[in-house]
């Protein structure tokens, strides 16, 4: 083992706790540590990285340093994997800068694009996994701009038939090169939107998430990320709270 990969007892306790790593020298000293059973009194103890280790009775277990970050996903990016183009999955590209495991917070299909909040902060994935009414979100609906003006009502009519979305509004904006549905909107999961345009055989550019709770993907690239702000983190945190789950 090379000396920078030597994890001694007394740097494992400072780190896994709120001591210095005098103050972590000091308890094993005391007696106050002990390695699988068996009390050490050398800071100096040399761990392999698989021993149990108690400090007062009470397990010592290294701080998890969360991370957090916002991906504007681009049209055609997978989450995890390649495309069939073998364009760098959303996690490739996370893994240049961190080795920690990420979810998503939230998350979209791959055939959709936009938004992304990722994190290993496992609290707030798993307060979003329901997906319930809420965040406000805001999406895009991206139709060619040959698109029929009675389908656009249909799909317009389709999103407010779905009670679940607690849509609040469509606006419709016309171009030259397109017509884009921008959906305001709480909760729900927007592929049923994507199953409906199929199940009609209408044709759509791409749907486009560009708004969660407070967070936008405005100066991200496409296809690119930033660290997620610390009035971003307190959003996710403390701001959006599901409802209690009803018991029977």
């Not at 000091?26 to 699988?36: P, Y």
């Not at 277990?61 to 970050?69: A, H, L, R, T």
């Not at 040959?146 to 779905?162: A, N, P, W």
């Amino acid at each position: 083992m090379e000396e920078s990969e030597i994890v001694r007892l007394s740097k494992k306790l400072a780190n896994a706790s709120e001591l210095s790593r005098r103050e972590a020298s000091d308890v094993i000293k005391k007696g106050e540590v002990s390695v699988n059973g068996e009390v050490i009194r050398d800071p100096a103890f040399v761990l392999s990285g698989t021993e149990e280790i108690l400090y007062k009775g009470h397990p010592v277990k290294e701080k998890v340093v969360y991370e957090y970050f916002v991906f504007n996903k681009a049209k055609n990016m997978n989450f995890s994997k390649k495309s069939d183009k073998n364009r760098p999955s959303v996690i490739e590209i996370l893994k240049k800068t961190s080795q920690i495991n990420l979810s998503s917070v939230h998350s979209i299909s791959d055939e959709m694009c936009g938004l992304l909040m990722l994190t290993n902060d496992e609290e707030i994935v798993t307060k979003f996994d329901k997906k319930e009414s809420v965040v406000k979100q805001l999406y895009e609906l991206v139709l060619p701009k040959d698109t029929l003006d009675g389908d656009v009502e249909k799909i317009k009519s389709f999103i407010f038939s779905q009670v679940v979305i607690k849509c609040k509004h469509i606006n419709v904006v016309r171009s030259e090169d397109q017509i884009v549905l921008i959906v305001e909107m709480y909760g729900f999961d927007m592929d049923l939107v994507l199953q409906y345009l199929k199940t009609e055989n209408l044709d759509y550019v791409k749907l486009d998430r560009v708004y969660f709770g407070g967070i936008t993907k405005k100066d991200i690239s496409r296809g690119w990320f930033r660290p997620m702000s610390k009035q971003e983190i307190i959003l996710l945190k403390h701001f959006y709270n599901p409802p209690p789950t009803k018991r029977l």
